[in-house]
Each structure stands twice: as C-alpha cells, then as structure tokens.
C-alpha cells in the first residue's frame, strides 16, 4: 500500500482532532459508505421487523445488538477508499459474507459492549489478528486515546438520540396541530404495547443510525490512523518517500526503488478465512436468546385512534363537542350565595412570606434606581452628542509664554512704567540695563495685547516675524531689537540718544497700538 | 491529484500577512464540551433555584433571571473574557475564533451564541448537527452568523511526541544535500521520535533514505541521527 495514494493529511494528531479528521474522509467517502451501509441494513432492518412485527420495541433492541453486524462494511470501504482504491458495491459484495462474518461472535457477543469498539475495530476486520494477538494489539492502541474512544462513543449515542429527538420534534412541527396527540394521555398509556409507535421508534432508529453508524465507524478508523501514524511514523515515511524521490531526481543516478511499494501498510485481510466467525448455529442460537423476552403476558392495547381520528364534518365536531363538554367531567355552572368580607383576604404566604415581600420590595427600588440611572445617562448622552453635533467646541484658551529668551515675560514682572524705569536707568548709565528692560517690557505687552503665538523656545527674529504677522509696531520691534542685541551680544555700546529715541518711540509704539491688556499701568 | 488533500487544518492569513494554521474542531468534540457546559450550569441553578424558592415568587422571579443570563450570556462572557473559552472548551482544548484567527469580540460571541437557539431547531441541536456536517469549516448556523470557527488551541501533537532529550549521543554530520524545511523537519521528528519506534521500523524508515545517505541497516539510521543533530545546530 502506498502512502502516497492516501487522499487525506496523515500526521500526527490530539485525539478529538483524529476523530474529526476521520469524519472528514467519512464525509468524503459517504456516498459508497451508505450504499454500503443500505446493501446490508435495510435487508437485516426488514428481516428483524419482520420477525417481530407485533414486538416492535424488541426489534428496536436486537437492531441495536446487531450493528456490529453492518460496522465492517463501512470499515472496508472506509479502509479502501482512503488509499484511493475502488470500494464501490462491486468489489464489497463478492467478499461481503468474509467482511461481515470476520470475528463476528466476539463482536457481537462481549465485544459488543466496549466502549473502545470503533477503535480497535480494525485490529481486527483490518490487520486480521484474532485472540490472543488481537487483544496485546488492543491494549497498545488503547494505551494513548483509549478515554477519547470511549467519550466518542457515548458522544455517537448522543447525537443519534440528536438525531431521533431533532426528527420527531421536526415532524411535530409540520404536523398541524389537531393531528397531535393529546400528550398527558399519550404519556399515560403503555406505549411499550402499542406496536404502531413502536414500529414507528423502529424507524427513527434505524434512520438515526444510518446518519450517525457510518460517522461512528469513520471517527474510530480517524483514532485507529492517528494511533498507527504515531506508533509506526507514517509522516516521516511519506516525507522520506519524498525527499528520496527528490535526491534521486537531482542526482540523476538510478538507484533501486527501496521500500516505495513494498510496506504493507493497511492490508485488508478480511478476505481471510477467520478463526471465531460464528457458525450458522451460533447466530441462531443468538436470535433465540433474544427471542425469549415476555411478549403475551398482557394484552397489548391498541391507542391507534388517537390519531387517526380526521375531522369528519364540522357541524357533527361541534355538535359532538357540546354534547362532550356538557358532561360534568368538564366543569359546570352552579350559584352560589355567601357571604364575603369587603378587603380581601390577605394572601397566604410561605413561612418566609415576609423575607419574600421584603425581597420583592427591595429589588422593585433597585428596578427603579436602574432605570432612573439609566434615564439620565441616557439624557446626559443626548445633551453631549447635541451639543458635539451643534456648538463648535470653544477654542482652549492658548497659554501664553512666561519666558522667553530666558526673560520673565509677564506683565506682573515689570514696573509700574516702563519708560520712565527705562529712563532713570539710562541715566545711571546702565544701557544694558534700560535696554533689557525695554526689549522685555515691550515683549511682555506685545505678547499679551496681540496674543502673539510663540514657543517657549522662540528667538528674537521668531519675536519680529510674530510681531509682523499681527501688523503691531514692527518698525519700532526691529529697532529696538537691533539695540539690544548689538549692547547685549555684541557688546557695541550705542549713543545715549540712541536708546532715548527708542525710550521716546514707546508710548508711540506700545501704549497706543497694544489694546487693552496693561494700557493703564 | 485534483481535490486537495483532507486535512482538519486550515491556513488563513491574518490582516498583518502572517499565515495561520487554524485546526478546525468537528462535531464530537463540540457535543461533549457543549454536554458540560451544560451540566456545569445545571450543577449552579439547582443549588441557586432551591435556594431562591424560599422566597417565594419574588425569589422565583430571580432565579427565571439568573437562569435566562446563564443560558445565554454565561458562554458570551466566558469566550469573551476567557480567551475564546467557556470551561467545557477549556477542559476539551477548543477555543473560539473569528474566521482570520483574531479573537472574538463582544458582536461575534453575542451572535453566534444568540444563534443557538436557531442550531436547536427543531429539537436537539440537529439543524446545528447538520450544518457542522456540511459546511467546509464545522460551522454550525451561530457561527455562519457570526463568521466564526471553533478550533483546538492546545499546541500541536506533534511537540507533544517530539523530546530533545531522546537525542542520541552521536557526533553531528552535515546532509549530502541542501534541505527544505518541510525536509529538515522529518529528519529532526525522526531522531525525536525513533525511541518510540522498534529498531525495525527505524531501519525501515532510514532505509527509505538510502539514496540520500548511502547505507542501509543500523548505520542509516545513525546517519540520519547524527544529520538531526547537525540541523538541531550542534557542530
């Protein structure tokens, strides 16, 4: 068998993973499945039912016993078609008898109860072990994914009774509803002995296990694949097959083909005559067995009529209800006259009756409190997003610098008078000193009275450009700046009317031009 | 070969183009981790129920609350805060995801869980059932809505299989050929993995390797062991 064929991912998987990768090729592979799974099953469904016509729900129990039975069918065309080989009804039925018949007592018997069945059920349908060979191989396989074998079983037993409920409940839904059976009384009876329902059971378990068998069978055969890629590491083999085919080509050099066709990988060995398969007499001996359940002791009762009763006439149904629901079974009409206290009674309570009051009470206030929260977020909502929506947002009055140029700015800093400060400095000869107190005066104002936008960082020809971009006194600006920068950097003393002028231009320049802000100081 | 190979693995890419391997999760798995999620709440409102009856209709009335938030958001509020997980996908190692791999929010896990009672129809999850059955990517009806999958997020078997301390002590030789990675791959899973095999099996494996190594037998085997180790960097 050549890995190469598999039409599906061999590698190494966690444990769910290697069921659902089996569903996957199950999914592919359903159409031959279910003619498989068909060919064998609806004969065996007919035959059980047929036997048992009057005992339906036994046959809906040896059905459930045989499907070991219908396993190995899909088993083989699963096992097939995996490695791309033909597993149509064609080459199933010549060996159908060896597929079916392979271990057949010890599946059917005490095989039937293992949870682990689906997985370790092609150790033997598959490898062909048998007894005590069968078993070690078993217990292997068994040593990594056992608990999940298990849970997947009893997770196929949930979905086929999925299956029965989600059909029923489908077939309820499109029933209407006069065809429903009055429930309570449906309940009431012994359905157990009406074989019309239990024929009808008969059916939705056989169509429940056609859905789910062939997936039960894919999901053990994904867990068996896992296990055996592990154990025997069929992914390193096929990417060996593949970097030898590589090397081979980029040498150029024939080599003898090694191992590509020569590990039997998966053999179907179901065509070999089996020790264990069960005589005819065994199985008859089987049917027997289960044939013994008590069927006469008590009369079944036959509650066809509760549906089959259609509506005739309408006149007639409604004469009949009447006449019906005259009867005192439905209630009827009587007078009474007694005597009733005007406030009604107060109602009986438990014995935490008051607890529960108090409860109620406390969680009606909480009610409140939450919608009344609620109310308000809701409104406060309202008003933000109007106004986002409406009012443009109002510009964040801009901070004005402090310093700059490592000069304190504010108009707090400064005196009373500028020029008159200015002045008195000049004539103590200190022209730094008057210039200084100028220059940062006349920043002070400018900043303040245009809202001038400078950095914190800004130099003195940022100060002209911004004093220029608002149309303030630049003329002057630039002069005294001028000034300052030639007797403060460049230590060029100026002549003493020099910085008069520039004294006297200030009322000119600053006072007159800056509005508002610090006018009257 | 036409149809690509089966695979529970789906490579999506995500906005920043990395590619994605998502292991999509399939119907048994997400049955019984649904089973005891469901027996988990059970095992709350029983308790919680008989303790709310006392108080009558008022305590009723709390326990009908409690048992409608957690049937519909005790999965929305696990997969959301929880990492994609309710505790019955943690204890199964499945997650929830969107379709690109990214996390769920809020809108998807609302959908998707909203939708349960759509995958219930018509009794017992069988329209669900049917619809993790035929679509491509195991979505049933919620996460169709929701555009999302559920996928196992422990990490890969394959590290699980894989310990460096299986190593050889043998003294590393550089591959006769240049290797791609899917190639350095098998060989290094080869040295971690062979104390799991037979020494048979090993032979036949390393055997299949004789036109890149030259040897059969035992010494292959070693060939390739001592390759391993020189891709697994030690020279």
């Not at chain 1, 086929?160 to 839904?173: A, K, Q, R, S």
């Not at chain 2, 119907?27 to 709440?41: E, H, N, Q």
Request: net charge negative.
């Amino acid at each position: 068998m050549d890995l190469e064929r598999a039409i599906g991912v061999l590698r190494p998987r966690a444990p769910w993973e290697a069921v659902d990768f089996g569903w996957l090729i199950g999914r592919r592979l359903y159409g031959p499945m279910l003619r498989a799974w068909l060919v064998v099953a609806v004969p065996l469904a007919l035959a059980i039912l047929a036997t048992n016509w009057n005992r339906p729900w036994l046959a809906v129990v040896i059905l459930w016993l045989l499907r070991p039975l219908l396993e190995t069918p899909l088993l083989f065309v699963l096992s097939r078609g995996l490695f791309s080989q033909p597993c149509d009804l064609r080459t199933l039925l010549p060996q159908l008898h060896r597929v079916v018949g392979a271990d057949l007592a010890p599946r059917l018997l005490w095989r039937r109860f293992d949870p682990q069945r689906s997985y370790t059920l092609p150790v033997s349908s598959l490898e062909g072990l048998r007894g005590k060979r069968r078993r070690q191989r078993a217990r292997l396989l068994a040593q990594r994914q056992g608990s999940q074998a298990s849970e997947f079983t009893y997770v196929c037993l949930g979905l086929e009774f999925v299956v029965i409920l989600g059909l029923t409940g489908l077939v309820f839904l499109m029933l209407p509803e006069a065809l429903h059976p009055d429930w309570p009384v449906f309940f009431d009876q012994d359905l157990w002995y009406v074989p019309l329902w239990g024929r009808l059971a008969f059916g939705m378990a056989f169509i429940a296990m056609t859905v789910v068998e062939p997936l039960y069978v894919s999901g053990g055969f994904g867990l068996y694949l896992n296990r055996r890629t592990v154990l025997e590491g069929w992914d390193i083999q096929l990417a060996f097959q593949r970097l030898a085919a590589r090397a081979k080509q980029a040498t150029a050099v024939l080599v003898l083909l090694f191992g590509l066709c020569g590990m039997p990988v998966v053999s179907v060995q179901a065509q070999e005559p089996a020790e264990g398969v069960p005589s005819a007499e065994e199985l008859e001996e089987f049917f027997e067995l289960t044939d013994e359940e008590p069927s006469d002791a008590i009369d079944p009762v036959d509650l066809t009529p509760i549906v089959d009763i259609l509506p005739l006439d309408e006149g007639d149904i409604a004469a009949e209800l009447e006449t019906i629901l005259d009867d005192k079974e439905f209630g009827w009409e009587e007078t009474v006259t007694r005597w009733e206290t005007r406030k009604p009674a107060e109602e009986a309570g438990t014995e935490f009756g008051f607890l529960g009051g108090l409860l109620g009470q406390l969680l009606e206030i909480l009610l409140w409190v939450v919608a009344l929260a609620a109310l308000g977020a809701l409104g406060y909502w309202l008003v933000r997003s109007s106004q986002a929506i409406t009012l443009p947002q109002r510009e964040p009055k801009r901070e004005l610098p402090t310093q700059l140029m490592g000069m304190d700015v504010r108009p707090e800093s400064l005196p009373d008078n500028v020029p008159v400060a200015a002045r008195a400095l000049l004539g103590r000869g200190d022209h730094i000193g008057a210039l200084s107190l100028l220059y940062r005066g006349a920043l002070a104002r400018l900043i303040h009275g245009f809202e001038l936008e400078l950095e914190d960082g800004a130099t003195e020809n940022d100060c002209i450009r911004a004093v220029r971009a608002v149309q303030g006194p630049a003329h002057w600006f630039e002069g005294l700046t001028q000034a300052w920068q030639s007797e403060a950097y460049a230590r060029r003393p100026l002549a003493e009317a020099d910085i008069d002028g520039i004294i006297d231009g200030w009322t000119a320049a600053i006072e007159n031009s800056t509005p508002a802000v610090g006018a009257t100081r | 070969m036409q149809t690509p190979p089966i695979d529970t693995l789906r490579n999506t890419e995500t906005p920043e183009g990395v590619e994605v391997g998502l292991r999509l999760a399939g119907s048994p798995v997400r049955f019984a981790s649904w089973l005891v999620d469901t027996l988990i709440r059970t095992a709350v409102l029983v308790p919680v129920g008989s303790v709310l009856a006392i108080f009558g209709n008022a305590g009723m009335g709390l326990f009908y609350l409690v048992a409608f938030f957690g049937e519909w958001f005790y999965p929305v509020v696990c997969e959301v805060y929880w990492n994609g997980q309710t505790p019955g996908k943690k204890l199964f190692g499945l997650k929830v995801v969107r379709d690109d791999g990214a996390a769920v929010d809020w809108t998807a896990s609302t959908v998707r869980n909203m939708l349960r009672f759509a995958d219930f129809l018509p009794a017992g999850f069988l329209f669900g059932f049917l619809s993790v059955l035929a679509t491509e990517e195991n979505k049933r009806l919620g996460d169709l809505a929701a555009g999302t999958v559920v996928i196992y997020a422990d990490t890969d078997e394959r590290s699980a299989l894989s310990s460096l301390a299986a190593l050889p002590n043998l003294s590393p030789a550089m591959p006769p050929l240049h290797l791609a990675q899917a190639e350095q791959a098998a060989l290094i899973e080869f040295a971690e993995r062979a104390p799991q095999w037979t020494e048979d099996r090993q032979i036949e494996l390393a055997d299949q390797l004789q036109p890149v190594t030259g040897e059969l037998g035992p010494v292959g085997v070693k060939r390739l062991q001592s390759y391993a180790l020189w891709l697994l960097g030690r020279r």
